[in-house]
């Protein structure tokens, strides 16, 4: 980590920083077991007294997330912050397993922001809801002074309940599994970037933002064994796979010829000198499952519209030995290197 004594925006990158700003601060000082499982959502076991006469419990499971979202500009090409809100809470619900139900969204806004601007996204929070059929059922509100909150920020909090599946972790992820994402890598982070800087290129980029739930549901239903889900937001798919390989004490390999790019994508990103293994997405997952499923989870995702350009794009193996990396790429040109997560800053705002 940096010797800086100070929040830096590297800390929230979604890389090396962030991660081990996370386990130092606020793992070491509140981390219950849930929170240090390193899932998108926390399994939560709750009881509730029936038939109090004969004193048995009913004991059920609920997963339980939340995420705040900070960025610049609000409103870009796919979607805005308040799509952005609801997806990515809807998102790291279906990682565990889970139906999403609930959410509540909570607003920071900042003095002298157009009402037009969060009539606007309060639209499109309801719609992306609509869309994953939740429910927004409570939240708060709090004004800060001018120049103090870029506009708006908004923290959501979900909740989903399981029916007959079985929570999923990084855990769980054996050698000889497969690897999937469920689509194209760096769309969000590249829309981002150029609504930011107002870059036009010869195709138009739109970020991917999108609830996944119901293409997590027939992937499950397909393949009932996968071992878990994760979308590679921050950080992208090299912090999800090195996330994934730690959790599971094992090696994972991508094969870059497999990854799917968009060619507008892959042009903008190597033009800007950006890893598009690093760059944040939205409305992606990626997905564990046994050797004899992938074929079915594959065909699950493709089958989806939001899921029509997924691969099978990599493989989990044994542990490295002691202090090798245990995530690998195979690059088109037949070699193998460290997929490196992100350490400094890549695109500040981007979620």
């Known amino acids: 980590m940096t010797n800086s004594e100070q929040i830096i925006m590297a800390h929230g990158s979604g890389g090396e920083m962030m ?23 926390a399994v939560v076991t709750l009881t509730a007294p029936d038939q109090p006469s004969q004193g048995q419990q009913l004991a059920f499971k609920l997963a339980f997330t939340t995420d705040s979202y900070v960025v610049t500009p609000l409103f870009f090409s796919g979607g805005d912050i308040g799509r952005l ?27 002298g922001l157009p009402l037009a601007t969060l009539e606007a996204i309060c639209a ?8 994953a059929k939740v429910s927004i059922v409570t939240g708060d509100t709090k004004v800060v002074p001018h120049g103090k909150g870029d506009g708006i920020y908004i923290n959501t909090a979900g909740v989903g309940a ?25 769309d ?17 980029i739109a970020s991917d933002v999108a609830p996944l739930n119901h293409l997590v549901k027939q992937v499950l239903h397909a393949a009932p064994q996968t071992r878990c889900f994760r979308d590679p937001t921050r950080g992208g798919l090299a912090a999800t796979i090195n996330e994934l390989a730690s959790q599971s004490q094992t090696s994972m390999t991508i094969d870059e010829a497999a990854v799917p790019v968009k060619v507008a994508v892959r042009g ?43 691969a099978i794009i990599g493989e989990v193996r044994e542990a490295p030995p002691p202090g090798l990396p245990a995530a690998w790429l195979r690059t088109a040109l037949g070699a193998t290197r460290v997929l490196d997560m992100l350490v400094g800053e890549q695109l500040p705002r981007i979620c």
């Open 268 to 310: 903008a990103a190597e033009m800007l000198g950006l890893d598009i293994f690093q760059i944040a997405n939205e409305g992606k997952m990626v997905a564990v499952v046994p050797p004899d499923q992938a074929e079915s989870a594959l065909a699950a995702m493709q089958a989806d519209p939001l899921g029509r350009d997924a």
């Open 188 to 204: 969000h982070g590249v829309a981002i970037l150029a609504a930011r800087e107002t870059l036009s290129f010869q195709a138009e």
């Open 162 to 186: 399981f029916n007959n599946q079985q929570p999923l972790s990084g855990r769980f992820c054996q050698p000889g599994d497969k690897i999937l994402v469920s689509g194209t890598l760096g």
């Open 124 to 131: 499109s929070i309801a719609a992306t809801a609509a869309e």
């Open 19 to 41: 991660r081990e700003l996370i386990a130092k601060y606020f793992v070491s000082a509140y981390g219950a077991a849930e929170l240090k499982t390193g899932d998108d959502s």
């Open 85 to 111: 809100a609801v997806s990515g809470t809807v998102n790291d619900l279906a990682t565990s397993g889970a139906t999403p139900l609930y959410l509540s969204v909570a607003f920071i806004l900042e003095e």
